[in-house]
C-alpha cells in the first residue's frame, strides 16, 4: 500500500532514532558517561555482591595474577564487541 507505515514500524522508533543521532553527536567524554549510565541501567545484579571490597580486591587479583600466567582465556575487544553484537541480534 503506498502512504503506508512499514510493518515494523513503531511511533517510538523516531524518539529512539533521534536520542541516538544526538548521543553520537556529543564528545567522546560525554559519550563515554552516557554509555555507562546506559550499561548500568540494563546489567544484571552483581554476582559478587555479596563479597566486602577486601574480598572483591582479593578476587580481583587473583583473575589478573591468572591473566598474567597466561591460565585466562582473554578475547581480543573486537572479539568481545562482536559476540554482543550476536547476543543482540546486531
Known sequence: MAGSLPIAYHPDMADARQVTNDALDLDVDERTRLA???????????????????????????????????????????QARERLRQRLGR
Not at 563479597?51 to 591460565?71: F, H, I, K, N, P
Open 36 to 78: 555507562l549510565r546506559l550499561l548500568d541501567s540494563v546489567e544484571a545484579p552483581d554476582p559478587h555482591g555479596h563479597l566486602s571490597d577486601e574480598e572483591l580486591a582479593d578476587e580481583l587479583r587473583r583473575r589478573v595474577e591468572a591473566v598474567e600466567r597466561g591460565e585466562a582465556a582473554t578475547v581480543s575487544w573486537e
